[in-house]
């Protein structure tokens, strides 16, 4: 499975967006990228996944770029219960892992 | 929330001694995982399993064995307990079609201290 790449830390506004980066430059055609968060002692979350397509649910959106090497992981209105650390994970199929890296540390300020 | 849990929450236990960690499940998910949490590691699998009676082994599995006698039970074992084994573990599972887009659903978590 490619792996990705993603900031250690971020902070960002109560209210605003957050726009959560993901760099993945070697996936290939039939991997999907996935997102998920740990909040503070907590199980990881699962928030949203795709595979060229932008998509968007309740949590969050997903916009990946055209070359499917990048992503961002957009959270449209952050409150301070999205305080968490989001892993982007990419994965294929015949892989039973994900492999969560060490992901983005996300501060939702006051 | 998926309907996964884990038993006990948090243990304290001596080295040498066996331990078993319980992942119990209410969703009928055909695979169910097992994975380790240490700082500066993530999450790093141990075992999975894609049925009953059908397991494979992660990354990371020396000195664990795992169980799954039914659909709703997985159960990690450390035979011989050891201090590099403190850690935070996780089940997951997933249903288990054959696709690209399968989902895992975490349960709360075991703290172990092996002391």
């Known amino acids: 499975d490619a792996k990705t790449t993603q900031p250690p830390s971020m902070d960002c506004a109560e209210g605003r967006a957050a726009n959560l980066p993901c760099n993945h430059s070697?996936?290939?055609?039939?991997?999907?990228v996935y997102w998920y968060r740990q909040i503070h002692s907590q199980g990881p979350q699962y928030i949203i996944h795709?595979?060229?397509n932008n998509e968007t649910n309740e949590m969050a959106s997903l916009i990946i770029t055209e070359d499917r090497k990048s992503s961002t992981l957009i959270l449209p209105h952050a409150t301070l219960r999205d305080t968490a650390v989001y892993y982007c994970?990419?994965?294929?199929?015949?892989?039973?892992?994900?492999?969560f890296g060490t992901g983005t540390r996300l501060t939702v300020i006051p | 929330d998926a309907g996964i849990t884990q038993s006990p929450r948090h243990k304290v236990t001596e080295t040498g001694t066996p331990v078993t960690l319980r992942c119990h499940q209410t969703?009928?998910?055909?695979?169910m995982y097992w994975y380790r949490q240490d700082p500066g590691h993530g999450l790093r699998l141990i075992h999975y399993?894609?049925?009953?009676?059908?397991?494979d082994k992660g990354e990371v599995s020396d000195g664990y064995s795992v169980s799954r006698s039914k659909t709703e039970d997985f159960l990690l074992t450390l035979e011989s307990a050891t201090s590099s084994q403190t850690s935070v573990y996780f089940c997951?599972?997933?249903?288990?079609?054959?696709?690209?887009?399968?989902?895992?659903?975490f349960g709360p978590g075991t703290r172990l201290l092996v002391l």
């Open positions: 997951a599972i997933s249903k288990g079609t054959p696709s690209d887009q399968e989902t895992q659903y």
């Open positions: 399993s894609y049925g009953v009676k059908d397991t």
């Open positions: 795709g595979l060229k």
């Open positions: 994970i990419v994965k294929g199929s015949g892989a039973n892992n994900l492999f």
């Open positions: 969703e009928n998910h055909r695979y």
């Open positions: 070697t996936i290939s055609g039939n991997e999907y």
